[in-house]
């Protein structure tokens, strides 16, 4: 008679391979969209010899989510392959630059949103014009702030994984291996010093720069629509089609930084589900959000749409499909 563990193991291993599918093509994706935008605006800058705000916001922003999805992809790998190295200088790297290139990913979306938002926001306020004429000058050292904000916070986590969970050990089965796994006492202060330093400015900055980014551009389609004559007029489709947008980037960026708190504090590592819940949606947001900057900006629609055509004539050619 089979042992009841065999049995476990031929039932989890589908879910393993399925968990494993769902994260490498969230990050494959979101890798390929965040390259699209690095490589496209690498050569913008290379050709006109300049780059604009939006440029250098893009292209970290891209560069930490192709590292940071690689590090996801590789960290999913090796636990389904059973690799573990707990206690090795490079699960201390790899766990140090997982969280520091989450917290850049959050501050540089953050900075984008401020800087889109005093750009095109319509506010009659003298602060608010002021920090429109100096917001240029005043990004590049945003970004300089927010890296060693990131760099900062995220070497806590070199020798110490926090959790709020106190004296027990728990075997969790996610696929063919057992992995135990230990918690020990923290103080909940030193946890959410930690989160003020590392999610809670970034997320307090897209939060509020989208919010009054959607309100001012409702308060201008009003506008529009009180004085416009015909039945349709573009200039509203193009501020619905942007409210639209900043909002799918909220829900994306809100959800993203909850998973980022409760994965980075084990906060649910005792439970399967959680933690399984929580492998397949941190690769989301930075997929998600790339793609949606790629649907905004024309440019890159168009190479990501060529991309597409010519990856699906090679399966055609390839499979016969």
């Known amino acids: 008679m089979a042992h009841p563990s065999n049995y476990w193991k031929q039932d989890v291993l589908p879910l393993s391979i399925l968990i494993l599918t769902l994260v490498a093509t969230e990050c494959t994706v979101g890798i390929i969209a965040s390259g699209i935008i690095m490589t496209l605006n690498v050569v913008s800058w290379v050709q006109k010899k300049a780059s604009s705000v939006t440029t250098r916001i893009l292209i970290l922003l891209s560069v930490s989510r192709i590292g ?3 590090i996801m992809l590789i960290e999913m790998i090796s636990s389904i392959f059973n690799v573990f190295l707990e206690n090795s200088v490079l699960y ?8 520091f ?13 401020f800087f889109h938002f005093v750009k095109i926001a319509n506010f009659s306020y003298p602060l608010f014009f002021k920090l429109k004429w100096r917001i240029s000058g005043l990004m590049p050292w945003l970004l300089w702030l927010s890296v060693f904000i990131s760099f900062s916070s995220s070497m806590f986590f070199w020798n110490h994984k926090y959790t709020v969970y106190n004296n027990s050990s728990l075997s969790v089965n996610t696929c063919n291996f057992t992995r135990k796994l230990y918690f ?3 103080i909940v202060v030193n946890v959410m010093c930690l989160f003020s330093f590392g999610i809670l400015p970034p997320l307090t900055v897209f939060i509020a720069a989208a919010t009054l980014l959607i ?10 629509k009180n004085s416009a004559t015909g039945s349709r007029n573009p200039h509203i489709e193009a501020h619905m089609q942007a409210v639209k947008e900043t909002s ?3 829900f994306l960026y809100i959800l993203n930084a909850a998973a980022l708190f409760l994965s980075t504090f084990n906060i649910v590592s005792t439970s399967l589900f959680w933690s399984i819940v929580l492998r397949i949606i941190l690769p989301v947001y930075p997929a998600g959000h790339s793609i949606l900057l790629i649907q905004s900006n024309p440019g890159l629609r168009r190479t990501w749409k060529q991309l597409q055509s010519q990856i699906h004539l090679y399966l055609q050619s390839r499979f016969g499909y």
């Open 215 to 224: 309100f001012s551009l409702r308060r201008h389609i009003v506008r529009i």
């Open 92 to 99: 201390r790297v790899s766990n140090v630059s997982f969280v």
């Open 68 to 70: 940071l999805q690689s």
């Open 248 to 250: 799918c980037f909220s």
């Open 184 to 186: 020990t006492e923290t």
């Open 101 to 113: 290139l989450n917290y850049c990913s959050l501050w540089f979306a953050a900075l984008l949103s």
